[in-house]
């Protein structure tokens, strides 16, 4: 199955670290980062799981829920997750899903058979309250994954959901948003941004973050 940005992210049922996991009952109404990793007891994979879960707090603030993924069973990634309690200072704090049947893997396109044929490659997706596929990410097996680039990217979706603007490359929480060219009307421009614009050019116009004023703690 091959998934597209605004797909509807399939639901499914499955074990994992915590029990069973219905998808669709676990999400609720957060959004969701699932993310596939090769195999348990593995170098980079221990150092993503680990850093997962020192993000709680900044997934929380976001209202994000966390799960992973792999195709080991449930006992060994109860077993993995001492070892990443342990060197990774950390205490693991969302499931991991156990896909020995790969029906997941399959569902979400997580193993490309070039890469390797039978465990998944680091695919993530960030999944909005409405189960539509917002981000679809995949590194190759010899990379961690990149979390602040994760949550950089989620800070922009919702906020971008909320106001008529665009995130420029290498944007981050805080820094100037782009006025979507399809808002015309300058009266509504004044009523949404009342710290004004620059017109760089007449399809580039930059503006504050609306929400600057947040603190983020």
Known sequence: MTLRLGDTAPDFEQESSEGKISFYDWLGDSWGVLFSHPADFTPVCTTELGLTAKLKNEFAKRNVKAIALSVDPVDSHKEWIKDINETQGCAVNFPIIADQDRKVSELYDMIHPNADSSLTVRSLFVIDPNKKVRLMITYPASTGRNFNEVLRVIDSLQLTDEH????????????????????????????????????????????????SNWSGD
């Not at 009523?191 to 620059?198: A, I, L, N, V």
Request: glycine content about 8%; aromatic content about 8%.
């Open 164 to 211: 008529k603007v665009a995130t420029p490359g290498n944007w981050e929480h805080g820094g100037d948003v782009v006025i979507v060219p399809s808002l015309q009307d300058e009266e509504e421009i004044k009523e949404r941004f009342p710290k004004g614009y620059k017109a760089v050019k007449s399809y580039l116009r930059m503006t504050p973050d609306p929400k």
